[in-house]
């Protein structure tokens, strides 16, 4: 089993900047890929961006060039750097990780004011 725990999330006007975290524990040696997926009001939950633990990463048009996603060294870490965020980023970020199965953490809420 694997749990995951995200940290980061807040308030921030349309132009900043917010970094988020996952800190994986259980059994992370069998941690695959990791990444971010989220969920606004009245919508399906849509990736965001996603690492694998060979450093492959994919990610959703809508935030390229604004979103840098990045695994710690002990590879049970994912963050998300955004920048230049937009009021349309406001949702619950939730982190990922696939290890046989999926895991998700528990969401933080991200809130762009115009």
């Known amino acids: 089993q694997v749990q995951l725990v995200e940290s980061g999330g807040g308030l921030v006007q349309a132009g900043g900047s917010l970094r988020l975290s996952c800190a994986a524990s259980?059994?992370?040696?069998?941690?695959?890929?990791m990444g971010w997926f989220r969920q606004a009001p009245g919508k399906q939950r849509e990736l965001v961006a996603t690492?694998?633990?060979?450093?492959?990463?994919n990610s959703a048009d809508s935030v390229k060039g604004r979103f840098t996603i990045s695994r710690g060294n002990a590879k049970n870490t994912v963050y998300l750097q955004m920048n230049s965020l937009k009021a349309e980023d406001t949702a619950v970020y939730y982190c990922?990780?696939?290890?046989?199965?999926?895991?998700w953490g528990q969401g933080t809420q991200v809130t762009v004011s115009p």
């Open positions: 690492i694998s633990s060979g450093g492959v990463i």
């Open positions: 259980g059994s992370t040696l069998s941690l695959n890929a």
């Open positions: 990922w990780g696939t290890a046989y199965q999926n895991y």
